[in-house]
């Protein structure tokens, strides 16, 4: 059985820091890339980054570069999600997916996770 299980959201401050992880069972991450989108209330969903399988390249939404990094540890199937300089505007559900990853960011999810909430406070 495929499961993906995030972790780590809660509530911080602006300005704060929050690292999220997505644990990953039943499949390796040498099948598919790992991405996180997010959900903000009453807004769609949102591809914030991705890290393929093949490479060490990745992809960020352009409000988030130069706050997260995203990063994978294939020994141990797990993603994370390192957000520095949270903001309100970053308030949200995030999802970790295994999906595509491209320059334009993750895509045709395969198997989401169940979703970490992160509120940001002003």
């Known amino acids: 059985e495929v499961q993906l299980q995030a972790s780590g959201g809660g509530l911080v401050q602006a300005g704060g820091s929050l690292r999220l992880s997505c644990a990953a069972s039943?499949?390796?991450?040498?099948?598919?890339?790992i991405g996180w989108f997010r959900q903000a209330p009453g807004k769609g969903r949102e591809g914030v980054s991705c890290?393929?399988?093949?490479?060490?390249?990745?992809y960020y939404l352009e409000s988030v570069k130069g706050r997260f990094t995203i990063s994978s540890d294939k020994a141990k199937n797990t993603a994370y999600l390192q957000m520095n300089s949270l903001q309100p505007e970053d308030t949200g559900v995030y999802y970790c997916?295994?999906?595509?990853?491209?320059?334009?960011?993750?895509?045709?999810?395969?198997?989401w996770g169940q979703g970490t909430l992160v509120t940001v406070s002003s």
């Open positions: 890290i393929p399988s093949s490479d060490d390249s990745t």
């Open positions: 997916v295994a999906a595509g990853c491209s320059g334009y960011g993750p895509y045709q999810p395969r198997y």
């Open positions: 039943g499949f390796t991450f040498d099948d598919y890339a």
